[in-house]
């Protein structure tokens, strides 16, 4: 499969003010992230809240600009890129927020929500709402709906339509983000198989971006790990969720319950050792050292490699190969049981 999207060396810090506007420093939301997206793949973005994941989508975005690295569509850098041609670039990468009660317009119709963007674009008004009736009908709500209200419509109905709003423009990538999170769990699965479905039908790649576990795996093909603004561990899902190989990883996949049929791990189910640091104030070398029951004097080197431990699979970790298998072999004293 040819590569679609790829991110080089890509940080963003954000200047943090204090009393008086007196400045603080900087918050290092996003440091040295590279990774790329297959056509036609899905790569899943997993980490704790505050580990950079949304600041990350809005720099695909160009919604805010990067202090280094390099985006490149289709072999393109698109941070080089200015109007006309930025903008038939960003039709083709749309996003889908978590909120789908906030994300769409409560004053529009739900068929003029899917058209606005296409009005902005130059497409007549009668052209764009039979466009828009076209995806309103492709993800599964009724030609009926069209001129309701987002207020008449549940959770799931509004994601639907924030997603039909997306594939609108008729884009090759949809950046997902958290977009399942404020579902219902019943819901949540619905919404995931339309994901899956739409991907087939409209040959698109998509970056799904989850603090959940198991949505990221059910979703992608390829799962990424960030923790404080770093990338940890990259590979394709089968080696990250079969054989993880960086401490954080397994950290997180010891704390999260299983929603598979048969599998009840909630006895081990424990949380991660520690605070999450300042990102005001990060750790060096390995930020997850302060927190890493494995940790020694040589995690806080700044120059630590990524190593490959197995085609495709990146660990930011020099102990990868301790063999340790999972946290819940460490001594007790190491986790919180929940
Ligand atoms: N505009 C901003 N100004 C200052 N700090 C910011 C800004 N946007 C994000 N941050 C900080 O950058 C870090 C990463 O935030 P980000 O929202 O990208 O994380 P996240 O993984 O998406 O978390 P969540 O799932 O809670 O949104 C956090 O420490 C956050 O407080």
């Known amino acids: 499969m040819n590569t679609i999207l790829e991110v080089k060396g890509v940080s963003k810090s954000f200047p943090v003010k204090g009393s008086f506007g007196k400045s603080k420093g900087a918050v290092s939301a996003v ?57 038939q670039i960003k039709r083709k990468i749309q996003m889908v927020f978590q909120n789908p009660y906030s994300s769409i317009n409560p004053k529009m119709t739900i068929e003029n929500n899917v058209a606005f963007s296409l009005w902005t674009n130059g497409v007549s008004k009668k052209e ?74 409209f ?43 960086h401490p954080y990883t397994k950290a997180l996949l010891n704390s999260e319950p299983s929603m ?21 104030n990060p750790p060096s070398g390995c930020r997850f050292r302060t927190r890493c029951p494995h940790a020694t004097a040589q995690c806080g080197n700044a120059q630590l490699p990524t190593i490959e431990v197995n085609t495709g699979h990146h660990v930011a970790c020099h102990l990868w190969d301790m063999g340790t298998g999972s946290l819940s072999q460490n001594k007790q004293s190491d986790v919180l049981p929940i």
């Open 31 to 87: 440091s040295d992230v590279s990774f790329s997206l297959k056509e036609r793949g899905t790569l899943g973005i997993v980490g704790e809240s505050g580990c950079g994941k949304s600041t990350l989508a809005r720099l695909l975005l160009r919604l805010i600009e990067p202090d280094e690295g390099e985006v490149l569509y289709r072999d393109q850098d698109i941070l080089t890129l200015k109007g006309r041609k930025l903008n």
């Open 260 to 280: 598979k049929v048969g599998v009840s791990n909630l006895d081990k189910h424990q949380l991660i050792k520690g605070e999450l640091p300042s990102p005001l």
């Open 203 to 245: 040959n698109l790649s998509l970056l799904f971006i989850s603090h959940d576990l198991n949505v990221v795996e059910y979703m992608s093909d390829e799962v990424m790990v960030m923790y404080l603004g770093k990338v940890v561990e990259k590979g394709s899902a089968q080696h990250i969720y079969s054989n993880a190989r």
């Open 128 to 201: 764009a709402r039979k466009k828009a009736n076209d995806y309103l009908e492709a993800v599964g709500l009724p030609r009926s709906y069209a001129h309701r209200y987002p207020q008449s419509l549940s959770g799931g109905q509004r994601q639907r339509v924030a997603i039909a709003r997306a594939l609108v423009l008729e884009p090759e990538i949809i950046i997902a983000d958290e977009a399942v999170s404020a579902l219902d769990k019943s819901i949540q699965g619905q919404v995931l198989n339309l994901f899956q479905d739409l991907k087939k039908d």
